[in-house]
């Protein structure tokens, strides 16, 4: 797990190098001061030396800004070194879910990525400038004070040797309860921005069904969670004060208690003044880096849990990856599934596709229907690789579309899938999207073939009309036309429509399909529709049920020798009857 974080720091390393090598100097000028001090009480107050007093002064004075000067270094340095390696983990994360397949993405939820993203690289960065900051510091300040504290009284030290087992001891019981607390608080975060994403995006259905209150209770519950296992881990935390007061004057009383003892019997031979001022600063100085590295160990113990959730996205590869030798150039938009089978789960026993055979030619207009739940949206998913089938074979242009480049595949395939989506930006910038070298001449075409040029040039602001975030200032029937829009300045041999003229009428639905076979004749068209009247001129009808191919023909075939069909067409025709 280390080894893959450690990958993100790249550039950052060397502020990463610096940043323990400035503490290191700050903890060695701060060991000196109290040994400066102890010269100066013994050797220039009590025996009188000003000189000695100047000069120590200036040693004293001279350590004390080197020591501020290294540790505003190393802080600088810190700050950088994790600040960086947040932006390059971010980074990092962020690129290898733009590399995840459909699969891959299904396995993680968006709330989840979400805070792996923002909350989770957060607390790894924060462990990691304390990892290389303080870190350093702790175990430096703790050894060395205790060093120099036994070298000057052994006896003393004896003080440190009942004092830190008791902290030691306390401080791991702490952590070891806080730990798991914080790995439940993570999971339950995931739950909370699901929470919020949902209603954000789903804001006027919410509205619409007047369950702002039932929302409320939702987000409270798990709101809740949060603060009652935060609070559990604070209450917690808050016993490290008590436990560290103790410490500190346990080891006040027994050094003041024991030194003046040692130095009355020993008339200041084994301990002197200066030596005894000295101990009380090393004993601060110990008991504070335990404190500090109990710190650390905490701020460690959170970050794990972030910091396996960020591996488990890093280490997670792609189940759609290029062949050694990829085809880069696709002959032509001819589709061919040979026995291919399906299951999002990788199980026979749950295959959503089974026994799908069927030959397309390319520039053909191929419709598919069929219930909810038939697969026909898993179906054309194979044809861009956005899944692998689990059996058989899926050939485009006569190649298996695993032997092609990804991006040269998905170039040539441009689909308008059921959730239409526009970002946030002008409609030329959205539509763009399909070829960002177009002139705006092509924007204009393409928008002519899918019948939104007329309601774009009614805007304002035309083509430069902004889009808010998620398309929420045009309706359904514009969004749908605008997506194809953009599917078609791809250029592609393939163009796939799954269920996108849902919400667009009936005639604006036939002059979009006049509009592809007079303008975009070469192109292979696969359309999924709920509605007969959408696919009856097509080449050829696939009736999907179960699962299956359950007929394939032309409209006239289907009526007399596919039941499922007629049936759709007789509830569609006889409903049009009524309304008539």
């Known amino acids: 797990m280390v080894k893959k974080l450690s990958q993100s720091i790249r550039e950052y390393k060397k502020y990463a190098i610096l940043t323990p090598i400035c503490v290191a100097a700050e903890v060695i000028l701060e060991i000196i001061i109290p040994l400066l001090m102890a010269n100066l009480i013994d050797d220039g107050i009590y025996g009188g030396e000003m000189n000695m007093v100047y000069k120590i002064g200036l040693e004293l004075i001279l350590c004390a800004v080197l020591s501020l000067i290294f ?127 949902e209603n954000v995006a789903g804001i006027r259905v919410v509205k619409s069904f007047v369950i702002e209150e039932k929302e409320k209770k939702k987000f409270g519950k798990v709101s809740k969670s949060i603060f009652d296992d935060f609070s559990k881990a604070e209450k917690l935390m808050a016993l490290t004060s008590p436990l560290m007061q103790f410490a500190i004057y346990f080891c006040i009383l027994a050094i003041s208690w024991f030194g003046a003892k040692i130095i009355i019997e020993s008339g200041m031979t084994e301990l002197t003044t200066g ?71 990788n199980s026979k026993k749950k295959e959503c596709l089974k026994n799908i055979n069927v030959s397309i030619k390319s520039g053909e207009t191929v419709g598919i229907i069929g219930g909810t739940g038939s697969g026909k949206s898993s179906l054309v998913n194979l044809i861009p690789r956005l899944y692998d089938v689990t059996e058989g074979e899926l050939l485009i242009g006569g190649e298996n579309v695993k032997k092609y480049h990804i991006e040269t595949l998905r170039n040539e395939v441009s689909c308008v899938l059921q959730k239409n989506v526009l970002f946030s930006g002008t409609i030329t910038e959205n539509i763009k999207w399909g070829d960002e070298n177009a002139s705006d001449e092509d924007v204009k075409r393409v928008c002519k073939l899918a019948q939104a040029d007329e309601f ?125």
């Open 71 to 197: 540790g505003m270094l190393s802080g600088k340095f810190a700050a950088k070194a994790s600040s960086g390696f947040a932006k390059n983990l971010r980074k990092d994360l962020y690129y290898k879910v733009q590399d995840f397949s459909f699969t891959n993405i299904d396995s993680f939820s968006t709330s989840s990525l979400v805070t792996r993203l923002t909350t989770d690289v957060t607390n790894v960065q924060n462990a990691f400038q304390m990892i290389i900051r303080i870190a350093v510091r702790t175990p430096l300040m703790l050894i060395t004070s205790l060093f120099f504290a036994i070298s000057i009284s052994p006896r003393l030290s004896m003080v440190f040797l009942v004092i830190i087992p008791i902290l030691a001891i306390g401080l791991y019981l702490i952590i070891t309860k806080v730990h798991p607390i914080m790995k439940r608080v993570f999971r339950t975060y995931d739950d909370l921005n699901n929470v919020v994403e």
């Open 275 to 345: 030596e005894l001022m000295t101990m009380f600063t090393y004993s601060i100085q110990i008991l504070s880096s335990l404190m500090m590295l109990s710190m650390v160990m905490v701020m460690i113990a959170i970050s794990k849990s972030s910091a396996e959730r960020i591996v488990e996205v890093l280490n997670t590869e792609s189940d759609i990856k290029d062949p050694k030798k990829p085809i880069t150039e696709v002959k032509d938009g001819s589709i061919e599934f040979k026995n291919v089978a399906f299951s999002y789960v």
């Open 456 to 580: 774009v040039s009614q805007f304002p602001n035309g083509y430069d009309t902004y889009i808010e975030e998620g398309g929420t200032n045009v309706s359904g029937g514009q969004k749908q036309r605008l997506c194809i829009a953009r599917a078609l300045l791809k250029h592609p041999k393939i163009l796939i429509l799954d269920d996108s003229t849902s919400a667009v009428d009936t005639k604006t639905d036939s002059l979009i399909r006049k509009a592809f076979k007079e303008e975009i004749p070469n192109t292979t068209k696969i359309i999924i529709a709920q509605r007969i009247s959408s696919v009856e001129d097509c080449d050829k009808i696939i009736v999907m049920d179960k699962g299956t191919i359950n007929g394939i023909g032309t409209h006239e075939e289907l009526l007399k020798n596919n039941e499922i069909y007629r049936e759709v067409y007789e509830s569609q025709t006889k409903g049009g009857d009524d309304n008539e």
